[in-house]
């Protein structure tokens, strides 16, 4: 079993897309945008260069035919206007008196001249056989007219006007005639030169805007085209960004942003995947963290409730180990050592844990967590209870060796609390939740602890103790506000003058339904839920209430109180103790109070400072159940108090153990030895009563001198005391 559900890493697969046709699409966003208006600006390049070649062609076009071919046609008109205009000179000249002739004879010379500069610069500008041909007969009848003009003028100066007549009309005329057909066969054909330059040049303006037109259309297309392209490749990649982003906002660290074919954009996507990754492997170290413990690296008390955790196979057993006499350890050897024990402990669990499962005693899905301090939770899988005791003889085997740790050898001693989901082999048996199984472990490892014995299985007597216990400490509130407490004072007397030196008060609960409850049963249990401070406070009151009453006659008898560990906790308890002395009016000396080994060893250095404070008030103090816990001679040093209370459990069949008789013996010289007044508790017999005498304890309390009292069996104590 892995309680911890290990987040997966991202894959590292190569996403890079495959390079295809399109391999020249440049994968910069710079790149894609510099084409894209590269080409835009190459094509409206393109158009206007071949718009500004077209507008000059054109332009030459329409100057050659303003120059050549209208100058042409005009010339050939006015040749056309010159043949007519000369055949009317002649009848003038004809018609002309003698005197005048030299003026028509210069008109008429003129516009011959003019009809030859005409002819001449028409031959300088032939395009076509047609004209050539056209122009050669021109020529012709141009010489056959100068031949006949010659004739007829011969004729006018021979005053042979009929002649004149004769030859202007059969031979001029005709020429002229065929001259001005000639001519205008090149008007004509130089109009229809015209139309046919017209017609091109039309076609070359329609090629120019079809040109142009194409070319702009073609612009735009591949702008819209590259832009689509561009904005495609730019937001489709970003989008996809923006999909990885809201995948790794869900926490979902497992897919790779996919490489594109933009650079820029790929920048961004290797930034996620690295920034996906270092966040994965952040979380992987929270959760981590969440759920181990930085000390010994195990599983901590989450990670046993961890969802999933428990997939397979449920276990069904809880194994709670105790490591005992932490707290001591830290506070007397340092925390160097006592971090060095659980990481012992720890390890030698896991060990024997892992040998257990390869050797198929328990399940293979097992796991050692560390819960708090010393304590930690084997939880696992096994047939039956032999197997988990067999697996509790493993650790306690692993346990054996010492710890050394700054020049000191530690002991490591665990007490284990089993707790189990019942019978596997019984159909009927369900596996128990991990929280139940743990709570079962820890009532099995309180009694394994109150018994002094290595490990307890949880049991349902205990289960129904509980629950007894729980509905008896509800009663409790209810049990001091209506007096079914009662105090009970057993005596305690001096074994060299067989007087009584005092008294300790024990708590009675007398419950309506449940008659007599022993302290034994709910002190415990008041203790853990905090309500034992409540008694405490009742027993003091009635504690200086009858020393009070007891102080005319008996002034030099004490009343000890037992005091628990939780009212140690109280910061204000000194205080309160000091104020209740004050206002009973009983001298503080009268008081005195009890505090267990084992509660001052819960947390020594604060217990120190408590206990001086309350020795200020002038309390006498007592530590009770002496030889339980683990105190050293050098710790009691430091305690201000004046009497030691050697546990019943030494002084049982004292008579019959040289063994328990050597440590009574010596627990007595050491409190002597520290001037500590040493009592015996639990003396119920003649036997104990002389063996103790013999060690030399000082007081002795017990069935044999004494029960506790109360009542009227208390006041009939009292009054037979002898007087002081
Ligand atoms: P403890 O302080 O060691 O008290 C002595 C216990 O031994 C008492 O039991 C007493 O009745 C019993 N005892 C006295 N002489 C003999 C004897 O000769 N033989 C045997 N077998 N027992 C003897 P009790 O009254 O049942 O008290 C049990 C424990 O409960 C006490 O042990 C003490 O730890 C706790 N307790 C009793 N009263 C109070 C109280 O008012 N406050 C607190 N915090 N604890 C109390
Ligand atoms: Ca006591
Ligand atoms: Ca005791």
Redesign the pocket.
Known sequence: MDPIPSSPSASVADDTPPRGWSDWWPQRIGWRLALGFGVLVALMLVALAQAIFQIHHITGVTQRFATGDMQRLLRVQALSLQTEGVGNALIRLINAPRENRVAEYTDVDDRNKRIDGMVESLANDLHDDDQEQNLKRLVECRAAYAEAFSDTADEIEAGNTAGAWKLLNERVNPALKTMLLESNTLLQHERQRIETRLDEAQKLFDQVAVWVAGMSVLAVALAVWLGVRTTRSVVGPLAKLERAAQRIAGGDYTRRVPMTRTQEVDRVGQALNTMTEAVAQRERDIVHQAFHDPLTGLPNRAALFQPGAYAGDPPNCLALMDLARLKAINETLGYTTGDTLIQQTAERASLALQAAAADGLIGPQAVVARLSGGTFAAIFRAPNRAAVEALHERIERGMDAPVHCSGHSVDLSLSYGLADSGDPSVETAKALPVGTLLRNAEIALHSAKRAAIGFAWHSEAQEAARLGHLSLLSDLRQAVATSQLQMWL?PKFSLATGRAVGT????RWQHPTRCFV???EF?PFAEQAGY?TM??NW?LEQALRTLAAWAPTHPELSIA????TRDLQHKGFADRVARMIEASGVPAKRLRL?I?ESGLMDDPAHSVALLHALREIGTPLSI??FGTGYSSLAYLQKLPVSELKID?SFIDKLDQSPGTQKLVRAMTEMGHGLDLMVTA????TEAEREMITGLGVDVM????ASR?LHGEKLQVWFDALPAS
């Open positions: 057993q300790e008060a024990l708590v022993s302290p034994a002190v034992i008694v405490t027993m109180v037992n005091v628990s009890e267990t009770d159940d019943r508790e639990g003396v119920e309390q017990g069935y044999l506790p």
